[in-house]
């Protein structure tokens, strides 16, 4: 995770940003920080990336890079706004020495359109395109990573990246919003996913899939209640965390953490 000490909205990059309302950047830090508590009471280990002036997307450290099993396949953003976060966070991973890391040649935005189901068909990556993803870079994750990546189409420009339209609730399981896919995608996630939790616009527009989950507990945003009712009648915990101020930069839960896979 990156805390947001620079996080602002000065740009517009995706639809929901908005240049003209400003960002409580107080609020902004304490709701990520409740975030980062949350998850480290549900016992997980959380890195903290130093935020650096001048990118105030860090926040987004999901964007970042995409790792499985000890390789790290890294991003290439498709606007230069970001463009220097991707070596931040090559430096983390190359510093830590246990990694493989892989530099990209394809535009890619790491989890933002990459989620890995290691218990699904032998193991299996979902990959996103149609907004910032270079389809190639699909075939290049294969080749980095050496598991099979299916390439699904994102065609509503609200939900631009997968991981604002489909999340991993455990190792085999995946909730969606369908109507964010191409019809040819949502034929294959039929198939590949028939005991998905379907969601619908409004758990999609309330970031509801933009979501973490342990196979147990699954982290959302306070908007998202259908999607937290959803989500506990299929067996899982809902646990509800305030991010309203990362959502003006088009953002939530999952944005806001990047998953290690050692």
């Known amino acids: 995770m990156c805390p ?14 908005d240049t003209t309302v400003a960002v409580d950047s107080g609020l902004a830090l304490k709701q990520w920080e409740q ?17 650096e002036p001048g ?27 970001r463009s220097a976060e991707a070596l931040a966070h ?8 246990s990694w493989r890391f892989v530099a990209p040649e394809q535009v890619n935005e790491g989890e933002g359109d990459f ?5 699904a068909y032998g193991g299996i990556v979902l990959a996103g395109y ?25 065609v509503d420009p609200a939900f631009y ?24 995608s949502q034929r294959v996630l039929a198939q590949l996913f028939p005991d998905a939790v379907l969601a619908d616009r409004e758990d999609a527009e309330a970031f509801g899939l933009n979501l973490v989950s342990d196979g147990r507990h699954v982290i959302l945003n306070t908007e998202a ?24 930069g088009g953002g939530s839960v999952k944005c806001a953490v990047a998953e290690l896979r050692p």
Not at 4 to 17: D, K, L, Q, R, S
Not at 56 to 75: E, I, K, L, R
Not at 138 to 147: N, P, S, T, V
Not at 162 to 176: E, G, P, Q, S
């Open 35 to 51: 975030l980062r508590t949350t998850l480290v009471n549900l016992g997980h280990v959380v890195h903290v990336l130093d935020p």
């Open 161 to 184: 990246h997968l991981d604002t339209a489909l999340a991993a609730l455990d190792d085999r399981h995946v909730t969606y919003y369908p109507g964010a896919f191409s019809p040819a």
């Open 90 to 97: 090559q430096a983390f991973y190359l510093a830590a020495e």
């Open 130 to 154: 149609g907004f910032r993803t270079d389809p190639a870079a699909h075939a290049e994750a294969q080749e980095a990573l050496g598991r099979p990546v299916v390439s699904l189409r994102l």
């Open 225 to 248: 209640v259908a999607m937290g009712h959803k989500v506990r009648d299929a067996g899982y915990l809902p646990v509800h965390v305030d991010l309203s101020e990362l959502k003006r």
């Open 55 to 81: 990118l105030p997307d860090m926040v987004y450290s999901a964007n970042g890079a995409f790792s499985v099993d000890g390789t790290v396949y890294g991003a290439r953003f498709k606007y230069p706004q």
């Open 4 to 17: 947001p000490e620079h996080f602002t909205v000065e740009y517009a990059i995706n639809p929901w940003m």
């Open 115 to 119: 989620a890995y189901l290691p218990g």
